[in-house]
Every structure is written in C-alpha cells, then in structure tokens.
C-alpha cells in the first residue's frame, strides 16, 4: 500500500509534518480509534519489561487515545476526590440486584464507563446507526401475542 493511501476501509490517514516524521518516525497519526488500535496491534511487541507509561507518553503523537487510555488506566490519581466519585456513582450503574458481581467486574464496568464519557467527543460516531427505540404501537402488537 501506498504512503498516500488510506486504511483498507479508505478512510483518510493524517500524516505526520516533516518535523514530527523526524522525532517519531515516518508512521502516520491515526485519524479514528479504530485505525489507531489496528495500527497499534499490527507493530512488533514491545519487551516483556518496557515501561508502558513512558512508551505511550513516546507515543502519543502516534496513538493519542491509546496514550490518554494509558495514563488514565496506570496512573495513580492525585487525590482521593476522583476515586470517591467514582464509588458515588457505582451505586447508580451496579444498584442493588447486582450485588453478586466481583469487585474486579465492578471496577470494569466503572472503568469503561469513566472511558465512554471521556472519549465520546474524541470518537466519530457519525457512521454508528443507533437501534430504534420501540413505539407504543409495537408494544402493544408484543402484548397480543
């Protein structure tokens, strides 16, 4: 594939300035998430014992969102105000019936939901088509059956 081809869904690839081609190699910066991951994953694996906050931080002219998910994900907060929010709300996403779920599932689940209302401006959801919501008339045709 060309320098000046997209992806292999064809969707445009910002290029790196000659300057930041110097600094951080000739790969392109990745437009969309998607791209970015793929990008990502098609690299050679890093040593078993490399610093990963240090290398996204090397990184993030390259995979930006990868670098924010990292520094979010490995890094200690500053203060204990955040994490209490954070365990505020676990009572509005868990709720009582969910009670059986493991902390590790919990803190997933508060995780990606910290993650999807940071990143939703990043993300270009223009192409995702939402599920319809059901009308009454539907409800009622389910109520017959």
């Known amino acids: 594939m060309g320098e000046s081809q997209g992806s292999e869904n064809n969707k445009p ?38 610093n990963i906050l240090y290398y996204s931080s090397q990184n993030r002219k390259i995979y930006p969102s990868l670098a924010t ?9 500053a203060t204990s105000a955040a ?10 996403i868990i ?7 493991s902390p590790a599932s919990i803190e997933h689940v508060l995780c990606v939901k910290e993650w999807y209302q940071s990143f939703a ?5 223009s192409s995702v088509t939402l599920p319809a919501a059901p009308s009454d ?9």
């Open 13 to 50: 690839v910002k290029k790196l300035s000659s300057i930041e081609s110097e600094i951080f190699g000739a790969d392109a910066v990745a437009n969309d998430l998607n791209t970015e991951i793929e990008q990502y994953l098609s690299k050679p694996n890093q040593k078993r014992n490399c």
């Open 83 to 92: 994490s209490e929010r954070v365990f505020s709300r676990s009572k509005t």
């Open 121 to 125: 401006q990043m993300m270009d959801t």
């Open 69 to 77: 998910m990292a520094k979010c994900f490995l890094s200690n907060p």
């Open 95 to 101: 709720g009582l019936q969910r009670h059986s779920l």
């Open 137 to 145: 008339d539907d409800k009622s045709d389910k109520d017959e059956d």
